[in-house]
T-cell receptor, first 118, second 115 residues
Framework: DVKVTQSSRYLVKRTGEKVFLECVQD?????MFWYRQDPGLGLRLIYFSYDVKMKEKGDIPEGYSVSREKKERFSLILESASTNQTSMYLC?????????????????FGDGTRLSIL | AQTVTQSQPEMSVQEAETVTLSCTYD???????LFWYKQPPSRQMILVIRQEAYKQQNATENRFSVNFQKAAKSFSLKISDSQLGDAAMYFCAYRVNNAGNMLTFGGGTRLMVKP
């Protein structure tokens, strides 16, 4: 089974701090994603990466950056945390190669990090 | 831009009965996938069922089935013989068939199952 591991289940930080959320997957997946989940808004894509050192902005990248130095690890960085970044953060990964018909690989999710910014 | 709408923030069902969760989406693409994910209190997102847009036959997975209406851009989830373990948040998601593999999610429906 695919395992996506997020380093913390709960995290409390202060406004202005630099915050790192770590995600590791063990299935050699090319694609990795960071979402935030808020009530009524579902999951919104912050950033994704399809290869080492490659990154693309998602729907809500403002206030965030990412790092993918190794294939298995995708880090989300809050450069200067603010209270409106209090949320649940979910990491996901999937294999590349959906050009082939029927290649409908689902995304595999971590357990989430509930981040509170005080 | 693609959007996914779940119009029911909360639903409840009696154990052993059937419930249908609705989902509509907006897209100009013709080749895409649709998914239903379940998120129980443990927070782990679990894939429940998937549907390829080019297939006319509705997908079925045990007690879970979908009613896919491509022209209406509707993708509802039917849960038969509801069980207490079905209580969770359910998210509808859409993905264009390209290499990016990005999902667009709806806002979610909280399903409660009454014993």
């Amino acid at each position: 089974d695919v395992k996506v591991t997020q380093s913390s289940r709960y995290l409390v930080k202060r406004t202005g701090e630099k915050v790192f959320l770590e995600c590791v997957q063990d299935m050699d997946h090319e694609n990795m994603f960071w979402y935030r989940q808020d009530p009524g808004l579902g999951l919104r894509l912050i950033y994704f990466s399809y290869d080492v050192k490659m990154k693309e902005k998602g729907d809500i990248p403002e206030g965030y950056s990412v790092s993918r130095e190794k294939k298995e690890r995708f880090s989300l960085i809050l450069e200067s945390a603010s209270t409106n970044q209090t949320s649940m953060y979910l990491c996901a990964s999937t294999r590349w190669g959906v050009q082939l018909r029927g290649s409908n690989q689902p995304q595999h999710f971590g357990d989430g990090t509930r981040l509170s910014i005080l | 831009a693609q959007t996914v709408t779940q119009s029911q923030p909360e639903m409840s069902v009696q154990e052993a009965e059937t419930v249908t969760l609705s989902c509509t989406y907006d897209t100009s693409e013709s080749d895409y996938y649709l998914f239903w994910y379940k998120q129980p209190p443990s927070r782990q997102m679990i894939l429940v069922i998937r549907q390829e847009a080019y297939k006319q036959q509705n997908a079925t997975e045990n007690r879970f089935s979908v009613n896919f209406q491509k022209a209406a851009k509707s993708f509802s989830l039917k849960i038969s013989d509801s069980q207490l373990g079905d209580a969770a948040m359910y998210f509808c998601a859409y993905r264009v068939n390209n290499a990016g593999n990005m999902l667009t999610f709806g806002g979610g429906t909280r399903l409660m199952v009454k014993p």
